[in-house]
Structures are given as structure tokens and as C-alpha cells.
């Protein structure tokens, strides 16, 4: 299974931005996928995951009513909607698929290469 993040960028704080994530290689069997981030001189967070057949999520405190994830079965892409984006949510944003939710970035089996989100005061 590969994953193909996309959709960062530079935005004003209070805008934005959605990302996406394409998994491609083999019909795409994890059974969930999620959204993480990375700081420069900080570790991997846990940002929001879904459960790729009933579709549940899960949202980290700190994006809880301004973040939300979704995914298109159809097109075995996951998206994170990110509205109200603030300067501390500028890092490097990876999605990750695997077989189960969990804010342990070592438990993720699948990595994409990550998409840069900058958000300007």
C-alpha cells in the first residue's frame, strides 16, 4: 500500500485547507486511516483517524470542532478538512493507515510522505 498526501500549503490563521490522502498499490484493506503531525524539533501527534469501513473518527483535543476527517471509499482516499487554523497548527502533515487508532505513531503500519501546512498570524 502506498499513500499520497497532497493539499498543504500557506494560509492565513483562521482559514483553510483540506488534505488529502490517496492510497494506492492494492486495494486499499487497512482498516483505518489517520492524520499526524510533526513540528521541526518535535515528535509525531496524533491530529484524527477514521475507521475505513464504518466510518468513525477520532479528533486530538487540540483540533476537536475545527478539524474534521473523512474519507471516499469510492476513491480509497482520506481527507482532513482544517478550518480555523491557527499558527501553532503549522507542522508537516502525514496520513498513516493500519489496523487499528491509536495515538502511537509506532503502532502505524503505512506512512505517506507528508505535505507542509504553514499557517501565518
Known amino acids: 500500500v502506498q499513500l499520497q498526501a497532497s493539499g498543504g500549503g500557506l494560509v492565513q490563521a483562521g482559514g483553510s485547507l483540506r488534505l488529502s490522502c490517496a492510497a494506492s498499490g492494492r486495494t486499499f484493506s487497512s482498516a483505518v486511516m489517520g492524520w499526524f503531525r510533526q513540528a521541526p524539533g518535535k515528535e509525531r501527534k496524533f491530529v484524527a483517524g477514521i475507521v475505513w469501513s464504518g466510518g468513525g473518527t477520532y479528533h486530538a483535543d487540540s483540533v476537536k470542532g475545527r478539524f474534521t476527517m473523512s474519507r471516499d471509499n469510492a476513491k480509497n482516499t482520506g481527507y482532513l478538512q482544517m478550518n480555523s487554523l491557527k499558527p501553532e497548527d503549522t507542522s508537516v502533515y502525514y496520513c498513516?493507515?493500519?489496523?487499528?487508532?491509536?495515538?502511537?505513531?509506532?503502532?502505524?503500519?503505512?506512512w505517506g510522505q507528508g505535505t507542509l501546512v504553514t499557517v501565518s498570524s
Open positions: 498513516a493507515a493500519g489496523s487499528h487508532i491509536t495515538a502511537s505513531a509506532n503502532a502505524w503500519r503505512y
